[in-house]
């Protein structure tokens, strides 16, 4: 048991230690109240929250075991603050140069240039090609986010690229002021 957990990744390994300390403080209040104030209702409430709880958190080790979640790592290019929402848009570049566009919410703190992992639990039943990740993202299904170290190298080609990317919006700028 020891050495599947320490074979799992820090995120997720808090995310569920996390999981069972919110369930088993669910039950501490309830049995708290029960004794101080005699209330079956809380004590009830409480002990329904604990149970899913645990139900969550045997789900959480069964998808970390079975390695049923999805990476997504790359270098974040991008972060815009949505107004009136509880989220960020982050752009991700990975090793290929493929970008990603993820929602992720406010509690995470990102910084351009820093090479993260995210991770996604799998959905099960029947998707398009191409459209896990945006389901995911659709259902929340955002396990944890790892910041990794970054190569010098890979930060200046990161800043190269961004360059290029500038001078390409400043060019298309100019030639619309061209044209208009």
Same mark, same amino acid.
């Given at each position: 048991?020891?050495?599947?957990?320490? %074979?799992?990744?820090?995120?997720?390994?808090?995310?569920?230690?996390?999981?069972?300390?919110?369930? @088993?403080?669910?039950?501490?209040?309830?049995?708290?109240?029960?004794?101080?104030?005699?209330?079956?209702?809380?004590?009830?409430?409480?002990?329904?929250?604990?149970?899913?709880?645990?139900?969550?958190?045997?789900?959480? +080790?069964?998808? +970390?075991?079975?390695?049923? #979640?999805?990476? @997504?790592?790359?270098?974040?290019?991008? @972060?815009?603050?949505?107004?009136?929402?509880?989220?960020?848009?982050?752009?991700?570049?990975?090793?290929?140069?493929?970008?990603?566009?993820?929602?992720?919410?406010?509690?995470?703190?990102?910084?351009?240039?820093?090479? #993260?992992?995210? #991770?996604?639990?799998?959905?099960?039943?029947?998707?398009?090609?191409?459209?896990?990740? %945006?389901?995911?993202?659709?259902?929340?299904?955002?396990?944890?986010?790892?910041?990794?170290?970054?190569?010098?190298?890979? +930060?200046?080609?990161?800043?190269?690229? @961004?360059?290029?990317?500038?001078?390409?919006?400043?060019?298309?700028?100019?030639?619309?002021?061209? +044209?208009?």
């Amino acid at each position: 048991m020891r050495a599947a957990l320490s %074979a799992w990744p820090p995120p997720l390994l808090r995310r569920w230690v996390l999981t069972i300390a919110a369930g @088993v403080g669910f039950l501490l209040v309830g049995v708290a109240v029960w004794l101080a104030a005699g209330d079956r209702t809380m004590l009830i409430l409480s002990s329904t929250a604990f149970l899913l709880a645990l139900v969550r958190a045997v789900l959480l +080790f069964r998808c +970390f075991t079975l390695e049923d #979640y999805a990476v @997504v790592e790359g270098v974040c290019i991008q @972060v815009t603050v949505l107004p009136l929402q509880k989220c960020r848009k982050v752009r991700l570049l990975d090793e290929e140069d493929h970008e990603h566009s993820l929602l992720v919410g406010k509690q995470y703190r990102l910084r351009v240039g820093v090479r #993260y992992r995210f #991770y996604f639990q799998r959905q099960s039943g029947a998707q398009l090609p191409g459209t896990w990740l %945006a389901s995911s993202l659709a259902a929340g299904e955002l396990l944890g986010v790892r910041k990794k170290a970054i190569n010098r190298l890979d +930060f200046w080609g990161l800043r190269s690229w @961004v360059r290029q990317k500038k001078r390409k919006k400043r060019r298309n700028r100019e030639l619309r002021r061209l +044209f208009i």
